[in-house]
């Protein structure tokens, strides 16, 4: 079946700096490709998501490139702020018509202010 | 507008009780996942509907797991003589077709004795 591979699993950054989360998969069909976000007993939410025709895409300090060829994927936040801190979950359809996902095993970020 | 909801948020079993979990999706929304999610793990595909059809119920890990949207809307996961190993959150999603974003609910925290 699908795997999605997420590094690292804890990622330490002072405030304003960046993080980059990186994430592999398995599945060379996979179309999807979304990232969530979890606070601390909290629901996931979706806080960006790209598709396999795009390379990159952008919301504001949030940013997701794609590379199919490689089959990897990586979040970028930029200008880090405290309430970044949450756990975020990288994810792929592995392409499935009705978006089945699989989940990466999450990375813990901490902003110290 | 309202989101995903579910019920109860927290449950707890005694080994060998019977569960029921209830998901509430949004409004309107054809597809509705079931996902698991073990303590500090990533969220694990269960099932999937499409309106009242269960078209994917591959990630269910036993046949004491069983789930139903009798008129597609909401869905009900039942665990039938809980195991501590079913410890976990049950996370609920819904998605206005299959391939659209998911969202999700707050969880049932599911904790077996």
């Known amino acids: 079946g699908e795997n999605v591979e997420q590094h690292p699993s804890t990622l330490s950054v002072q405030e304003g700096d960046s993080a980059v989360i990186k994430c592999t998969y398995s599945?060379?069909?996979?179309?999807?490709f979304p990232w969530y976000k979890q606070e601390l007993g909290k629901r996931p939410q979706l806080i960006i998501d790209?598709?396999?025709?795009?390379g990159e895409k952008k919301d504001q300090r949030i940013a997701v490139t794609l590379n199919k060829t490689a089959k990897h994927f990586s979040l970028h936040i930029t200008e880090t702020q405290p309430e970044d801190s949450a756990v975020y979950f990288c994810?792929?359809?592995?392409?499935?018509?009705?978006?089945?996902?699989?989940f990466g095993q999450g990375t813990i970020l901490t902003v110290h202010p | 507008g309202a989101g995903v909801s579910q019920s109860p948020r927290y449950k707890v079993a005694k080994r060998g009780q019977d569960v029921a979990l209830r998901c509430d999706p949004i409004?309107?929304?054809?597809?509705l996942f079931w996902y698991q999610q073990a303590l500090g793990q990533g969220p694990e595909f269960l099932t999937y509907?499409?309106?009242?059809?269960?078209?994917?119920k591959s990630g269910l890990p036993s046949d004491r797991f069983f789930a139903e949207r009798p008129e597609g809307s909401v869905s009900t996961l039942k665990i039938q003589r809980t195991q501590q190993e079913d410890s976990a959150v049950y996370l609920c999603?819904?998605?206005?077709?299959?391939?659209?974003?998911?969202?999700f609910g707050p969880g049932t925290r599911l904790t077996v004795l």
């Open positions: 994810a792929d359809d592995g392409g499935t018509s009705y978006g089945k996902l699989t």
């Open positions: 509907f499409q309106n009242e059809a269960q078209l994917d």
């Open positions: 599945d060379s069909a996979s179309n999807y």
């Open positions: 790209i598709r396999s025709n795009v």
């Open positions: 409004s309107g929304h054809v597809s």
């Open positions: 999603a819904s998605s206005l077709t299959g391939a659209d974003t998911q969202y």
